[in-house]
DNA sequence: AATGAATGAGCCTTCATTCAT
DNA sequence: GATGAATGAAGGCTCATTCAT
């Protein structure tokens, strides 16, 4: 199993797809940086569009377990909750391990393609579904399926503005920085938002 | 001077470009679809990124008209957040005129380029000015400046997911329909979502 | 006869002529600098290839008459030569005219096309029956055709020599500098060795 | 490993190049000619530019050798003069192999580019420093540099104008035949004119 | 007489893929 | 198993020329 230079290409083959698009990113660029030749892409992969795919679940099983293994359910829903969005906001404080999967995300939100399915199905919905659990656990027994997934759209929503949007939050408020201060400062907002549309939905009931 | 083939390209190319985006989209495409050359692009504009940016501009300036001045602000703040959640919402429930701008939104969040500078300062600036004087409104008088951005963003936020996370979530709930009684709905959750957040506010300081 | 634009034309297209060559010069550069339209070339001289060689003897016949009118046939034949040679060296040295003609000629020497021909008639063979005269006074009367020729070309091969060369000069030798002092001396020094051959031709004959 | 195509491209690169220009040569010409098709200039040489000079040192570094090696110093200085005036001259006069170098050189003083630089320090110093050794060594002593450097472009410019300004001569003196005969004489005029005007140098001494 | 608009041929270059080794 | 060489389709752009006014 010396298949060296097809895990080096899997390794470096992100970083460009995140940043191009499937489609602007070229092979040449990728062989380029993992050091390999033009025509080991379709040796291993067959062609462009296969390797894009296997790249990115070959990182997605790479880098899920790390992030996943968030239970602790001896914790309040509240205290779930606060975690939940805290791991979603630090995903982009923490700048050491480059965001390849978010940005990959923005890349088939605005071009979706057959990757966006798999992305669905390994990461957001697993996610989407523990989301579900924690509010579902928060909200009134007598709240439709339906009025539970709207509180969880609002949740990631919210989260999710902070990381899609940088490219507008940059130029529309340049002075602000999103340091570990402001993030902190941010899930609890976040969180007490989510969490006084809890306390109304049950103050509606009474 | 009817400038005639100029004209049929500013309307023809918004529509490839928001689909494929500015690189992918291609030339040829754009004039096939209007009927004129392939040097008439450089003839009028130039060059394909000049274009790029003219069509775009043009095309806010035909259609922003209609949507932003529409302000009742005789109306009560509460009754200001509803409209302008609603104004968010209802813009992929109508889908009569297709969302040029929003599309073209998602590429530039993609794939960040100098169009993005110009759709923050047209489109994203003077809409967010709004929602500010709005929430200022509603929140306490002695909310900091960055809170009330916060609230801001969370309002956004919540409406900006049904509108850029579309591929995700036609994909993560096939079922759910985004008919005109759902967009309601919809409009009615987020407006009282942040509307308990700001009563929540109110009540931290009694 | 308000061709105003026709003679604007005229005036402006040696430069690009000259320092692109026909071909690669463009008829947009052209009427940009003449402040004309692009139809403007084919409207009056029907296309590129006839404008560059109406433009051409334009200038010739335009310039021609201040630089030719200069014999003094009344000097000795000595003083002729000189002034022959001075003319041709001092034409790079005083840079104020610039040296369109000059610069047609070599790009034509490297492509050569229907206008050098117009440009030996009207301005190379002039210039080189006046050196004929003069080097046949100079040189011994039984000299014959072939060898008054071979010394005419060795006249103006050393002063071309200095006029096309140049590219080739200012890489050779950076630090020379061809200012009035070395041209006065590059005068003394052909005219001297030009002479020394005639004498050496009258010698010969002892 | 034969890199067979590349090696094709660069043989026939240099004709095309020489007749038409860096510009005005297309390269669907040049591997039209080598059989070859358009991407393999790109691939091999990343672009057209690069790929002439590349093309024109190719062709230095193979011809050059067979020209430059006849020095001969055993000779008195006269007959190294009259040698070295002799290979100037009878490289027009030989036409089998087609004077690429001398019409590259042509286009590059009509219009000096990167190449022009290569050219002079592989082919023009190289000659010029053998020239300046074999003028100085006729020279009296006391002759400054600068004079020495007159009378050594005295020397090229009386030769090179039978290879520049061929496309001149034709016109001017239909009949004139440069056969090989006329070639002798001519070598003969030449290096009689430059050791006059040496024997003046010296003269002028007493 | 003169011009803005429009065109089509052609150019260099890029790129995913295939071929031969 | 792996690669350097080569390809063909396509892309953006330039330019002299023509069209319609």
Same mark, same amino acid.
């Given at each position: 199993?010396?298949?060296?230079?097809?895990?080096?290409?899997?390794?470096?083959?992100?970083?460009?797809?995140?940043?191009?698009?499937?489609?602007?990113?070229?092979?040449?660029?990728?062989?380029?940086?993992?050091?390999?030749?033009?025509?080991?892409?379709?040796?291993?992969?067959?062609?462009?569009?296969?390797?894009?795919?296997?790249?990115?679940?070959?990182?997605?099983?790479?880098?899920?377990?790390?992030?996943?293994?968030?239970?602790?359910?001896?914790?309040?829903?509240?205290?779930?909750?606060?975690?939940?969005?805290?791991?979603?906001?630090?995903?982009?404080?923490?700048?050491?391990?480059?965001?390849?999967?978010?940005?990959?995300?923005?890349?088939?939100?605005?071009?979706?393609?057959?990757?966006?399915?798999?992305?669905?199905?390994?990461?957001?919905? *697993?996610?989407?579904? +523990? $989301? %579900?659990?924690? !509010?579902?656990?928060?909200?009134? &027994?007598?709240?439709?399926?339906? @009025?539970?997934?709207?509180?969880?759209?609002?949740?990631?929503?919210?989260?999710?503005?902070?990381?899609?949007?940088? *490219?507008?939050?940059? +130029? $529309? %408020?340049?002075? !602000?920085?999103?340091?570990?201060? &402001?993030?902190?400062?941010?899930? @609890?907002?976040?969180?007490?938002?989510?969490?006084?549309?809890?306390?109304?939905?049950?103050?509606?009931?009474?």
């Amino acid at each position: 199993m010396g298949n060296k230079t097809k895990q080096k290409l899997l390794e470096s083959a992100l970083d460009i797809f995140a940043e191009e698009g499937f489609k602007s990113a070229t092979v040449q660029q990728i062989v380029g940086r993992a050091g390999a030749n033009v025509s080991a892409i379709n040796y291993h992969f067959g062609n462009k569009a296969n390797f894009y795919a296997e790249a990115v679940v070959h990182h997605i099983k790479k880098t899920l377990p790390n992030a996943s293994l968030e239970s602790k359910s001896e914790n309040s829903p509240e205290e779930q909750l606060r975690t939940f969005i805290s791991q979603r906001i630090t995903i982009f404080t923490k700048k050491k391990p480059p965001r390849f999967i978010e940005k990959i995300m923005i890349q088939e939100m605005a071009n979706p393609g057959p990757v966006m399915d798999k992305m669905v199905e390994h990461v957001i919905r *697993p996610s989407f579904k +523990r $989301l %579900s659990e924690i !509010m579902t656990n928060l909200l009134p &027994e007598d709240c439709s399926e339906a @009025e539970v997934r709207r509180h969880c759209f609002s949740v990631v929503g919210q989260c999710n503005f902070y990381l899609h949007s940088q *490219p507008i939050l940059s +130029r $529309l %408020s340049p002075d !602000m920085e999103l340091d570990e201060e &402001e993030a902190a400062q941010l899930v @609890e907002h976040i969180t007490s938002v989510c969490l006084a549309a809890v306390k109304a939905e049950h103050d509606k009931r009474l």
